[in-house]
């Protein structure tokens, strides 16, 4: 398989426990392989007004805001081909060192109010995002 690539399944893949590139609906990719070693996807619900999920997805190696400063790209749906991180809406980078991306999770705090947790291994945090920070 491609290391630099993440595959998006759909909920009805029945094939069985092996996974293919040719069973995904759509791939999230990016040109620099060194990059992806240890990054997440996290799916969210719809903040765009599509009825489409969107993803975030976190990068600790990017090197976009300093060596091993990390990024989070944000991708909105629907995913239907392939999905460039070069072409994302947003990219959002730690500091140098902090890993920011290392893990995701989305928490819904009311109602009305979301929130992602974001991990940086490098700077000993989680940091907190409302959805209007990382999707303007």
Do not use: C, K
């Amino acid at each position: 398989l491609l290391s630099n690539h993440v595959f998006l399944i759909d909920e009805r893949f029945t094939r069985g426990p092996s996974l293919f590139p040719e069973d995904a609906m759509s791939t999230v990719f990016s040109a620099d392989d060194s990059s992806w070693e240890y990054a997440t996807v996290l799916a969210i619900p719809d903040v765009d007004g599509d009825d489409s999920n969107e993803l975030l997805i976190g990068v600790p190696l990017d090197d976009a805001g300093g060596t091993e400063s990390g990024a989070i790209y944000t991708a909105l749906g629907p995913f239907v081909g392939g999905i460039d991180l070069a072409d994302t809406a947003v990219r959002t980078t730690g500091e140098a060192g902090s890993r920011l991306g290392g893990a995701l999770h989305y928490t819904l705090m009311d109602e009305d109010t979301a929130q992602i947790l974001v991990g940086a291994p490098g700077a000993d945090m989680v940091m907190g995002f409302s959805l209007d920070t990382l999707f303007p």
